[in-house]
């Protein structure tokens, strides 16, 4: 009876693992935004609490100058509502600055949204590319670009920063079920005044700007 006992609590904890693996694998390039209104200051307030984190740590090699130990990186948290997408990232960044000439190649964060997920291979009137930096100052481009859909607030604090950002959805129908394409991205400007490193959610190359094909997935739920 013990061995019998013993041999189904093993199969059992091996199905278990197997449909874990299993979950995991699927859920790959798949984020969840839940349903909720914060107050867009840079501090994590309750409501973001049980939201999940997506790590944006995959290095762009083609771009990669310093050692990717060294490199930025995130965690990224969503909300939703009736009007707006928001973003909760909390960067590690060891080393700010916003030298560099070009908004991009400063330290900053990067959402890519296509709000119809129809994954085209340029931007159209529903894609977009969202940027601020650490110090909040904000920027973007994209065929649906407009500096008037987004808001954000940002705080330093000891490993780096904080941006709360909320951008205005015009072409997704803002519910439960809804998909849009999107991707995560920081840039990292280590110390001279160019772009140093580019870390990634989802898609491994630095063609997010130009092509919605390759995003991952966000589910309102």
Known sequence: MIRFLSACLIISLATTAWSQNQTTKAQKGVAVAKKGTPKVDAKIDGIWKTCPKYLVNQPIAEVLEIDPKDMATATV??????????????????????????????????????????????????????????????????????????????????????????????????????????????????????????????HTQDDSWQDTSTFGTLELK
């Open 77 to 202: 948290r969503l909300l939703w509502d009736d009007r707006y997408l928001y973003a909760l990232w909390v960067v590690k960044d060891s080393e700010l600055s916003a030298d560099a000439g070009d908004d991009w190649a400063q330290d900053s964060v990067e959402l890519f949204l296509d709000q119809r997920q129809d994954k085209s291979t340029s931007y159209d009137t529903d894609d977009a590319q969202y940027r601020v930096n650490f110090e909040g100052k904000m920027s973007g481009q994209g065929t649906g670009y407009d500096e008037v859909d987004i808001k954000a607030a940002t705080a330093k604090n000891k490993k780096g920063y904080i941006v709360e950002m909320a951008i205005r959805t015009h072409a997704a129908d803002m519910k439960v079920g809804t998909v849009m394409g999107v991707e995560f991205q920081v840039n990292d400007e280590h110390d001279r005044a160019q772009r140093d490193a580019i870390a990634k959610w989802f």
